[in-house]
């Protein structure tokens, strides 16, 4: 025992010690996890700019939507989580982007209202 009570061999267990332990037992990495994430995050900046720029046009609200795909695709090869300068893994990594952004937007929608449906 050391003078502050404690064990001194023993070696002080954080709890985000335990909860990356089970979550390397599952199969889920810390690395995957940040990546995720910062997919996520990504998505809910395109899904809230598309939700912001949408109008009671649907015509233009389509193209809007390429629009936003090319932006997808050009933001994952200069800064994306995976493609890092590949194109061929931009365009995958822009159809998650894109997909997901667009749900944040339905969702933004769906609380704030759609000019679409004058809701």
């Known amino acids: 025992m050391t003078i502050d009570g404690k064990k001194s061999g023993m070696r002080e267990m954080r709890p985000s010690d335990n909860i990356l332990r089970r979550l390397a037992e599952t199969g889920l990495h810390q690395g ?18 598309l939700y912001l720029i949408l109008g009671n046009d649907p015509d233009a609200n389509l193209k809007l939507n390429g629009v936003s795909y090319i932006a997808a695709v050009v933001w994952s090869y200069y800064d994306g ?33 759609n000019p679409l449906f004058g809701s």
């Open 32 to 49: 995957g996890l940040a990546a995720a994430g910062k997919l996520m995050w990504r998505a809910v900046l395109l899904g809230t700019a």
């Open 81 to 113: 989580v995976f493609a890092k300068r590949i194109w061929s893994i931009a365009f995958l990594e822009a159809i998650f982007l894109h997909l997901a952004g667009i749900q944040v937007g339905n969702l933004l929608a769906t609380i704030f209202g």
